[in-house]
């Protein structure tokens, strides 16, 4: 485990679970959304596949996410684990709500300066609706690349609920 991606939906404990095992394992660790959110009003890095190439390259990191798509398939072609937190709607979404809340409430700067805020918690694109939305179409395709066979050389561990995912930890 030297090059690990954390996959899941929003709210699933990536980043959390990523500084974690960094630390443990002495890794290398990229928050994915730092990296593609660089500015106020949600602008994006214009060089972030670049970025993101040239951070996999080596020979130890942790990334928290299953890839934005440009990237998706570099990540994969370069990690040797993957972290699958694949965790029911009934635990993500308790968790992206408590989050986003706070977030809210204490106008806590995120990616790029950027903040949520009350307006836009009635768009699509809100971490709240996006876990709702994309919890079964990001499910399937962790699963579908999780048994493609190009990507058979991946260790592949996956958790169904945050106590075997603390369990494993713990093990380590």
Same mark, same amino acid.
């Given at each position: ?47 972030? /596949?670049?970025? *993101?190439?040239? !951070?996999?390259?080596?020979? $130890?990191? #942790? ?8 990237? +998706? ?5 370069? /990690?040797?684990? *993957?972290?699958? !937190?694949?965790?029911?709607? $009934?635990? #993500? ?8 809340? +706070? ?70």
């Amino acid at each position: 485990m030297e090059r690990i991606l954390v996959v899941g939906v929003t709210g699933a404990g990536k980043s959390t679970l990523a500084r974690a095992l960094a630390g443990r394992l002495d890794l290398t660790y990229h928050e994915m959304d730092a990296l593609h959110f660089t500015g106020p009003d949600w602008a994006t890095n214009e060089t972030f /596949a670049e970025d *993101v190439s040239r !951070l996999t390259a080596g020979s $130890r990191w #942790i990334v928290d996410s299953l890839g934005y798509p440009e990237v +998706r398939d570099l990540l994969w072609d370069r /990690a040797d684990t *993957v972290i699958w !937190l694949d965790y029911p709607k $009934r635990v #993500i979404m308790p968790r992206v709500l408590r989050r986003s809340l +706070r977030r809210t409430v204490t106008r806590e700067r995120i990616f790029g300066g950027n903040r949520e805020t009350w307006r836009g918690w009635l768009s699509r694109e809100h971490p709240v609706w996006w876990a709702w939305s994309q919890h079964a179409p990001r499910r399937a395709e962790i699963a579908r690349r999780a048994s493609d066979p190009r990507f058979a050389p991946l260790a592949v561990h996956r958790f169904g609920h945050p106590d075997e995912t603390a369990s494993w930890l713990a093990a380590l």
